[in-house]
């Protein structure tokens, strides 16, 4: 048995209400008009939560954008008894506090995929009460058909040993089937079953790298503070004063680095609908590591981005930090950011307009002004912002030639499907990338899933951009840098992987897939000489 904790961001969802569900998948009449009902619903507006609205109470749709399911499709149950507010929806709806529940010890819970997929994992979370009502024993299925089954995985006597617990199984599958089914066939003695969460993944368990740990190096991890050691001595203490000063948003910290504020009208913090790398470009502040760290948030955790930014309405923003013994805070940003010669010289959407990644860097800087007496975050380590916006400051790293490019790409991959923050960077400059590009040294980088088999990861670039061979900046790729196995670049290459901390309940788990960039116009790159100079 494997077991980790699975992350999750909420999707675009529909429920239906029924009380008929076994007629209805017995007669294809009745079958055309709940497709011809699902088309008709999902031109509906999403409600103010983001969840969808009602329909059959044993239904629940998913676009192909959803996490807890590997494409698009309908989710159903085999009894219609779900109290109000325990719905079949509550399983994927990314919320942990809350459940499905049906009054039988035992039930079905059924997956129509838009498209046939092969499951290689899947993933239960037991509700917050109740373990007596906890799944115990259950197979999963799969089905080209609907009708005949194929009994992928068995298991027996399972307790969890937590609340809100998820435990994740691997799948010897190779087979892709339209149709799942998760049979719970007893609980734990309660003549009510419930669950909290359910995910089915695409890709298999991602295992383990305990084998890797003896070639790391640079803990964070302590025992007597949760921001980890490189929180524990440096910063100053904790008083209301200083408390009170943050979260007014007309309080502003110093200039510094010869930087100045300006105002910038906030129209869109989400440009692309959604938190993603590409709402992070440097430009002024040598603080790639925080922007590497924000760029790896948004990827594994969007809904986290989206959770601690609140946009007050007046062009000002709050935002929920960590002050450093750990403990939850709220900050207040203006819009006013570093500008240099009118431009926004903060940290910038591809339109060059601020986006969350400026409010957020923004908030980081007030942090500095009120825990390290300076609000120069020049050279911030990318252990120490992540603990700053997570909460968690455990963390350790893979230095150069420590692993070989196979274990290289496994400890990526293994972090990053565990819900890991991943920054990587290179020893050396101007080495050559895929024929291409450039590396930049004393550098950070947003690290993602391989795009393909051809390559072992791959590494972003905060300025959104990358040095070519040919001189200059390509700015059409996002900055990414797709890293292959070339005997040259992988022994570069140090990582530093990083706990989620609060934004665990926020990922996608086994699901995550590449970074791929949306599309948007390419703008002359605008990074500072003496970050072009120092790499930072």
Not at 28 to 42: E, K, M, R, V, Y
Not at 401 to 412: F, I, M, Y
Not at 476 to 490: R, W, Y
Request: some cysteine.
């Amino acid at each position: 048995m494997n077991v980790f904790r699975m992350k999750k961001h909420h999707a675009k969802s529909l429920r239906w209400k029924m009380n008929t569900d076994s007629f209805l998948m017995k007669s294809g009449f009745l079958f055309s008009i709940l497709l011809l009902s699902f088309c008709a619903a999902s031109c509906s507006d999403d409600d103010e939560q983001g969840k969808g609205r009602a329909f059959f109470q044993t239904y629940w749709a998913l676009d192909a954008n959803n996490s807890s399911m590997p494409c698009g499709g309908t989710l159903w149950t085999q009894y219609s008894d779900a109290p109000v507010g325990s719905e079949v929806g509550k399983l994927v709806d990314n919320d942990l506090d809350t459940k499905y529940v049906t009054y039988h010890s035992n039930v079905n819970i059924n997956w129509n995929g838009n498209s046939s997929v092969s499951v290689k994992s899947y993933s239960l979370t037991s509700a917050a009460d109740s373990p007596e009502a906890d799944p115990k024993s259950w197979t999963l299925s799969g089905s080209s058909d609907n009708q005949k089954w194929v009994v992928l995985d068995t298991q027996k006597d399972q307790t969890f040993a937590e609340r809100k617990q998820t435990k994740t199984y691997a799948v010897e599958n190779e087979e892709e089937y339209r149709y799942y089914r998760l049979s719970i066939q007893s609980n734990h003695g309660a003549s009510s079953t419930q669950l909290a969460e359910l995910s089915l993944a695409a890709s298999a368990f991602v295992g383990d790298i305990d084998d890797l740990m003896s070639k790391s190096s640079g803990s964070t991890y302590s025992p007597d503070n949760v921001m980890g050691t490189q929180h524990a001595e440096s910063d100053l203490s904790v008083t209301q004063e200083k408390l009170l000063w943050l979260k007014d948003p007309n309080k502003e910290p110093d200039p510094f680095a010869g930087l100045s504020w300006a105002g910038f009208q906030v129209s869109n913090l989400y440009p692309f609908g959604e938190p993603c790398p590409a709402d992070v470009n440097q430009h002024s502040i040598g603080d790639c590591c925080l922007c590497a760290v924000m760029g790896s948030l948004s990827y594994v955790y969007p809904g986290f981005i989206k959770n601690i930014i609140k946009n007050n309405g007046n062009q000002t923003f709050t935002v929920k930090l960590y002050d450093p013994k750990g403990q939850q805070i709220e900050v207040g940003v203006s819009n006013l950011f570093v500008g240099t010669s009118g431009s926004l010289g903060a940290s910038s959407g591809k339109s060059g307009q601020p986006t969350w990644s400026t409010v957020l860097e923004k908030a980081v800087i007030k942090w500095f002004q009120a825990f390290r007496n300076t609000s120069d975050i020049g050279g911030i380590g990318s252990e120490y912002a992540a603990a700053i916006i997570t909460g968690n400051g455990s963390s350790f790293a893979f230095a150069p030639e420590k692993l070989t490019p196979a274990e290289l790409q496994r400890a990526v991959s293994v972090s990053l499907k565990r819900g890991k923050l991943v920054v990587g960077g290179f020893t050396k400059s101007d080495v050559p990338v895929d024929g291409k590009y450039k590396t930049v040294s004393a550098h950070a980088y947003t690290v993602s899933l391989p795009v393909d088999d051809t390559m072992l990861f791959v590494m972003r670039n905060p300025w959104g951009a990358v040095p070519t061979i040919s001189g200059g900046h390509d700015g059409t790729g996002d900055g990414m840098l797709f890293i292959k196995d070339d005997n040259t670049v992988p022994p570069l290459i140090d990582l530093r992987i990083m706990e989620p901390g609060a934004a665990e309940e926020f990922g996608v788990g086994g699901n995550l897939s590449p970074y791929t960039p949306p599309s948007y116009t390419p703008m002359p790159m605008r990074i500072a000489p003496h970050l072009l100079r120092t790499g930072r």
